[in-house]
């Protein structure tokens, strides 16, 4: 059940169709299952964003692309509550282990336990549970419409269109974020590279050793942005909510600084590592690949010369 194209897909249609019935499923049954509640709710948003990786793939020709997208994004939307609970909590323990100043990172540290605190009393699980069954329900609704899922289109045509709009999207939010240093930039930066990375991993079966790269140097791009985008939350947390009682006797001027200098780096590394991940241009990325999937086509059940 990985997430990949594989040869035995009769079309990419029909693989759309397997891909995106096995992540609902897991999605689902994960969510009815047992287990720690933030596993659980990380687990399950991972499947979502798997789901709009592959539907955004082929958006261009898919049939109904806006209700599936919606669907799946509404159905995740009801759980973020409960994934912010624990974000504080991690990116204050990252800056408390990082590099930087001591002061800056002992704050951190204790700011960390004071959201941890915060978390350990912000919800039951009766309410977690709650949240689970109702997404679990959205989704099945969803699932059921997936053998009715039509992409038009020929052979490479429909992923072509795909990895050529969402390249070129992640390409133009770079040079927006290099400009304009604003959080909404980076923020968008970070969803369309993601979106690329989920598009490397569906086709990376048609010559792995040579997608490889392009899939760790996605993967390491929006870790990076990833982590920016956590200390851009953790800024505004502050600046609207700067000493609550649980947190007054914490420097929280000292974060903001350490937060500042963690920032600029991240962006430091990121822009260089987009520079490396976007130096072919999205269209002549598309017509490699697409000779690499004819290739690999060409030895799937059925016979020589199929492509599609």
Known sequence: ?????????????????????????????????????????????????????LVRLVRDDLDGYAAANAAVRDAAAGLSALRDRGAMVETCTRLAEGPGDEDGRRAAALLARAFADRVDAGGTAAETREKLTAFADTMAAARATVQGWQV????????????????GEAEA???????EREIEAFHAWRKSVK???????????????????????????????????????????LAADPAPADVAAIDTAAVAALVATRAAALERDAFALGALLFAERPKRLARRWG???KLWRSAAPGGAGRSG
């Open 195 to 237: 979106y690329h990375w989920y598009h490397a991993r569906l086709l990376s079966p048609v010559w792995p050793e040579t997608i490889a790269p392009q899939i760790e140097a996605a993967k390491g791009l929006g870790e990076l942005l990833g982590h920016h985008h956590d200390l851009a939350v953790l800024t505004e947390h």
């Open 173 to 179: 939010a770079m040079r927006t974020a290099r400009k």
């Open 1 to 53: 059940m990985a997430y990949r194209f594989k040869r035995s897909d009769a079309t990419v249609e029909h693989g759309v169709r397997r891909i995106a019935g096995e992540q609902f499923d897991r999605a689902i049954a994960t969510a009815l299952g047992g287990g720690e509640p933030t596993a659980i709710v990380h687990e399950v948003r991972t499947r979502c964003k798997q789901l709009r990786g």
């Open 152 to 167: 038009d289109g020929r052979g490479f045509e429909p992923v072509a269109h795909g990895l050529i709009r969402t390249l």
């Open 291 to 293: 000779k690499y999937w």
